[in-house]
């Protein structure tokens, strides 16, 4: 009766520890072998965002969809406007507050070291490709750019685009840049606050933000109009997710799938069925998809594609290039006598290419010279 008693004790723990163990030798028969398979609280979550397949693979399909969502307009063609692509952004922008928690978490805080991160990791490719965009509107479009919007863009002023009607730089999906800059420098000002008091007070920033842009309706003020966006509530969802996701981890995958599906069918009933506020419509879906996918990272590691992971891996490249491949060839596809489908596919299929070239010839070299460059001046500093 004791060692039933006992058996009936130890069974939840010794099944656990064998589950651990089939899915460590699966990984490693992939080839995707993790030390943490399945963390059993939030500090055993692995603390490097390339250890989320999950995650890699939400980046890839993000920058994927708005590949798609850029190329009626560049093809001419196909007057084929899918509303639901653009929340590739918004996906962005919830796994952008998820990476700043995990990348900072259980380190030392500091702010300027934080920020001089932030600008080798994202600014340097950014100003590359900018360069690029500017000779390729030449180029391909016969459209000269002036110094005023060149040294806008390299800095992160947001104006008004007269040639396209919007408020963008010079290349034009750098306007999420923007954002993601003033995020950088409200997560870097309360670094030193606690986790609950850091996201109170960023939320506070950006409530009174939206509430100016309700209240005074700043339309004329371009830069002013452009930071009181309710799209940067998106950046604290992703924070809340960092700060859970050794809870979400542990959730059943039911619950992780259910959750997965609900986003998905609430963005496409949101974005075709009704005019929401887009924060409502896209971010709070974007936002339930990426805490549902975290919950089955277990799955993802043991059955999403790896060229998914990689994609992920180039994301930053094929989201800043693909632009640039769209002005080039998408002109000279669209003239040729073929499907419109099968050009799209053509130019897809370029774009990743293009992508995965810059992201290993460009984007890695790059920023791994920034890195030595900054570990040089905080040597000598």
Sequence with gaps: MKLFKFYVLIKPAVNRRINDLICVNILRHRGHFLMNVIPDNDHA??????????????????????????LPAALGVLDLPIPILNSGVDLFFV????????????????????????FTRVVPFYWVMTFLMVAALWLFAGRGVSFEQITNSLLFVPYLDTATGYVQPVLGVGWTLNLEILFYILFAATMGFGALTQMATIGVVFAIAVAARIIFKPAADTVLFFYTTPILFEFLAGM?????????????AFLGASAVGFAIVSTLVMVL???????????IPALILVAGCISLESYFR?????????LGDASYSLYLTHPIVLLAIAPVVATANVSPWLASIAIVTACIAVSLASYSFI?????????MSLSAYQVKA
Excluded: C, K, W
């Excluded at 809340?240 to 059943?252: F, I």
């Design 273 to 283: 069925g009704f005019n929401l506020p887009r924060t409502l419509a896209q971010g």
């Design 363 to 371: 984007e890695r070299p790059l920023l791994a010279m920034s890195r």
């Design 302 to 310: 043991l059955f999403a594609p790896r060229v998914l992971a990689r």
């Design 240 to 252: 809340a997710v960092g700060h859970l996701v050794g809870r979400l981890m542990r959730l059943p």
């Design 95 to 118: 796994i952008s507050g998820f990476v700043m928690v995990l990348s900072t978490e259980n380190r030392h805080r500091d702010h300027r070291a934080f920020l001089m991160q932030r």
């Design 45 to 70: 979550a692995p603390r490097r965002i390339q250890q989320y397949t999950s995650i890699q693979t939400l980046r890839g399909l993000a920058a994927l969809m708005v590949v798609i969502y850029h």
